[in-house]
């Protein structure tokens, strides 16, 4: 596991994140309830050849857990713009995950500029109905009790995100910076910004990032793992409407967790894209 050792200050608020490596960006942006080190792997083998930045949420992983901070999308959003006009990026090359497609395509859309390709894991940018119940149930003041208490969420994502089984030592460091209710409150605010509802204050601007999607030039690549009980298969071919020139790769004995279950294979595709 890399160790954390750099940080940005933003509004009093730490945000920790991994710079390894030189030559061009690539930038790699995390979900719920993970944190950097799902992309431990990736940054150890792209960083041979390229510099990969990899941060920590504000609220996740080692970066600063306020508990008063106003955690939403448009806040994440802001915090990826911040690092990246602090480490001065540009031909920028993404990869997103989870929440990182919403809070990835968020600023792809304001700064397409600075952005030289995007590899797209199981994620969204777009609003879709089809959760699954037992992400909805999370959501809610009885969601809040099961994943801020009892760190259900997050327990339960070390066993059901993989077609294979994670070693001990693998899922500890998945929780490792979960240890406590306060801990948790990153985990807790993203699922009450999922903007299921059309008032949701976050619905808005995830509608916003969706009708500029097609505007997008970066080439893609988007690689799914279609055990995926969460991101399934329709959000792979939503991807590929709004992107039908974009290489893609549906590996069939992976889930959500990608890069756990079919490492090899993704980073081989991987690093012939972004070549």
Not at 56 to 68: N, R, T
Not at 89 to 106: A, R
Not at 111 to 128: C, G, M, P, T
């Given at each position: 596991?890399?160790?954390?050792?750099?940080?940005?200050?933003?509004?009093?608020?730490?945000?920790?994140?991994?710079d390894q490596g030189v030559g061009d960006a690539?930038?790699?942006?995390?979900?719920?309830?993970s944190w950097s080190f799902f992309y431990r792997?990736?940054?150890?083998?792209?960083?041979?050849?390229?510099?990969?930045?990899?941060?920590?949420?504000?609220?996740?992983?080692?970066?600063?857990?306020?508990?008063?901070?106003?955690?939403?999308?448009?806040?994440?959003?802001?915090?990826?713009?911040?690092?990246?006009?602090?480490?001065?990026?540009?031909?920028?090359?993404?990869?997103?995950?989870?929440?990182?497609?919403?809070?990835?395509?968020?600023?792809?859309?304001?700064?397409?500029?600075?952005?030289?390709?995007?590899?797209?894991?199981?994620?969204?940018?777009?609003?879709?109905?089809?959760?699954?119940?037992?992400?909805?149930?999370?959501?809610?003041?009885?969601?809040?009790?099961?994943?801020?208490?009892?760190?259900?969420?997050?327990?339960?994502?070390?066993?059901?995100?993989?077609?294979?089984?994670?070693?001990?030592?693998?899922?500890?460091?998945?929780?490792?910076?979960?240890?406590?209710?306060d801990e948790r409150i990153g985990i807790d605010?993203?699922?009450?910004?999922?903007?299921?509802?059309?008032?949701?204050?976050?619905?808005?601007?995830?509608?916003?990032?969706?009708?500029?999607?097609?505007?997008?030039?970066?080439?893609?690549?988007?690689?799914?793992?279609?055990?995926?009980?969460?991101?399934?298969?329709?959000?792979?071919?939503?991807?590929?409407?709004?992107?039908?020139?974009?290489?893609?790769?549906?590996?069939?004995?992976?889930?959500?967790?990608?890069?756990?279950?079919?490492?090899?294979?993704?980073?081989?595709?991987?690093?012939?894209?972004?070549?």
């Amino acid at each position: 596991m890399v160790e954390p050792v750099n940080y940005l200050n933003i509004d009093g608020m730490r945000m920790h994140y991994i710079d390894q490596g030189v030559g061009d960006a690539v930038l790699l942006l995390h979900g719920n309830p993970s944190w950097s080190f799902f992309y431990r792997n990736l940054i150890n083998s792209l960083s041979k050849t390229n510099r990969v930045i990899a941060p920590d949420h504000i609220g996740m992983g080692f970066s600063d857990k306020p508990q008063d901070a106003d955690y939403h999308l448009a806040f994440h959003i802001e915090n990826i713009e911040r690092l990246v006009e602090h480490l001065r990026l540009k031909d920028i090359i993404l990869v997103v995950h989870d929440w990182g497609g919403p809070i990835g395509f968020g600023y792809v859309v304001k700064h397409s500029e600075k952005i030289k390709k995007i590899v797209v894991l199981n994620s969204s940018a777009f609003f879709d109905a089809k959760i699954p119940r037992r992400i909805s149930v999370c959501r809610g003041v009885l969601g809040r009790f099961l994943v801020r208490r009892l760190n259900l969420f997050a327990q339960a994502a070390t066993r059901m995100t993989t077609t294979t089984k994670l070693t001990k030592e693998v899922r500890q460091a998945y929780l490792l910076p979960y240890g406590s209710y306060d801990e948790r409150i990153g985990i807790d605010s993203f699922l009450q910004d999922i903007p299921l509802e059309q008032g949701h204050r976050t619905r808005a601007l995830l509608d916003s990032i969706e009708s500029r999607l097609p505007d997008i030039k970066a080439d893609l690549l988007i690689l799914w793992g279609k055990q995926d009980f969460c991101f399934t298969e329709h959000f792979f071919d939503r991807w590929k409407e709004y992107f039908p020139h974009a290489k893609t790769r549906l590996f069939e004995n992976a889930g959500h967790y990608i890069l756990e279950d079919v490492f090899e294979d993704a980073l081989r595709e991987i690093e012939e894209f972004i070549r």
